[in-house]
């Protein structure tokens, strides 16, 4: 497979999608921003050097059209548009594109089932709410043994760090159990259990490190972080670097599951996301973290991050320091 310079990103005006686009551009590749059509698509930061582009999702031709002389596709697309994927994959394979990284960047590895103690409901859960992604990922799967050429790569890279919670919205991020305003926070079970967790620029990173090792990454679902880290643990730097106490709720993993049931029934399934994945990733020993073998940062040429640093780059951002 020869080296990929070309890459069009899907979804890239969004929380995520940005980030990604900048670091692609500042790692030399040739970026086009593709965006629906038909909606007033937010305004984008993109760097002035991307080329943009409109697409209907449903219109294969367009897809492919916008597809054509590019190497690779990145897609970055929103919950609701999951779907559109499936006709993205079969535009890039006619337009003759090698590579496709779907919208995963999952706080947990999709492709596995779940596992860990106690009912693990909310796993089942989360898998059963991601559902787009787990058959965007079989679809990839089935197309790769008939198309010639054609790869993909798709990557959990954890929660996502930088809006941790605290004064911003938690709405765009996993971690929002810090209240930086309230100087609370809540903790499930111990709070000692690890899960793994990325920085935005650490997943552009990550898609970088894929499109720029091709051939290893190959048809490969990889994890990624920036560091592993319990509730615990961020509580206490948070309350060093600030020179703040802060107060410690606690609940258990199963009140917790308990509350997302009731939130799905009362509000919508959709709403209790948040409260599953929680359970998920800090019910004590349901095993996370990201260990070293399960690891792609290697694998990928990506260094960890250090957590203290992102930390107080964090507080900086959220006029804490
Ligand atoms: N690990 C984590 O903690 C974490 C956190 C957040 C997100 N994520 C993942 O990151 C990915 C992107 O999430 P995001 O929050 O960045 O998404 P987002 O901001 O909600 O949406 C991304 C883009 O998708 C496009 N879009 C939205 N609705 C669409 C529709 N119905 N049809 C076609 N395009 C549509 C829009 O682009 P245009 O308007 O330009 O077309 C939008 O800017 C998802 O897979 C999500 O699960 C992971």
């Keep these: 497979m020869?080296?990929?310079?070309?890459?069009?990103?899907?979804?890239?005006?969004g929380h995520l999608g940005p980030t990604i686009v900048h670091e692609l551009v500042a790692a030399g590749f040739i970026v086009t921003g593709i965006m629906r059509d038909t909606y007033p698509s937010r305004i984008s930061f993109w760097p002035d050097r991307v080329t943009i582009k409109k697409v209907h999702y449903n219109l294969l031709h367009e897809l492919e059209a916008a597809f054509q002389g590019q190497d690779a596709v990145v897609s970055v697309l929103a919950r609701t548009a999951y779907d559109e994927q499936i006709n993205a994959i079969n535009?890039?394979?006619a337009a003759g594109v090698k590579r496709f990284i779907p919208s995963e960047y999952s706080v947990i590895n999709l492709h596995k089932p779940p596992s860990g103690p106690g009912p693990a409901l909310s796993a089942w859960k989360i898998h059963e709410m991601l559902d787009g992604k787990i058959k965007t990922i079989e679809h990839l799967e089935h197309t790769v043994q008939a198309a010639k050429d054609f790869t993909w790569t798709a990557l959990s890279t954890g929660l996502i760090f930088d809006?941790?919670?605290g004064l911003s919205s938690a709405g765009d991020s996993g971690l929002g159990f810090i209240s930086l305003r309230t100087k609370q926070a809540f903790v499930i079970d111990s709070g000692n259990e690890k899960f793994h967790v990325s920085t935005l620029a650490q997943v552009g990173r990550a898609v970088v490190g894929v499109l720029n090792h091709p051939e290893r990454t190959a048809n490969k679902y990889l994890s990624t972080a920036s560091f592993n880290v319990s509730r615990i643990e961020l509580i206490a730097l948070v309350e060093e670097v600030t020179r703040t106490k802060i107060a410690i709720r606690r609940i258990s993993w199963w009140e917790m599951e308990a509350a997302g049931f009731v939130q799905a029934s009362t509000v919508s399934h959709m709403s209790a996301f948040g409260i599953f994945l929680s359970v998920y990733t800090s019910q004590d020993g349901v095993g996370n973290a990201l260990s070293e073998e399960e690891s792609a940062n290697s694998l990928l040429g990506l260094p960890y991050e250090d957590l203290r640093s992102s930390v107080v780059s964090w507080l900086r951002r959220e006029g804490a320091l």
Aim: proline share 0%.
């Design 2 to 13: 020869g080296s990929i310079k070309t890459v069009a990103v899907l979804g890239g005006s």
């Design 163 to 165: 809006r941790v919670g």
């Design 91 to 93: 535009a890039a394979v």
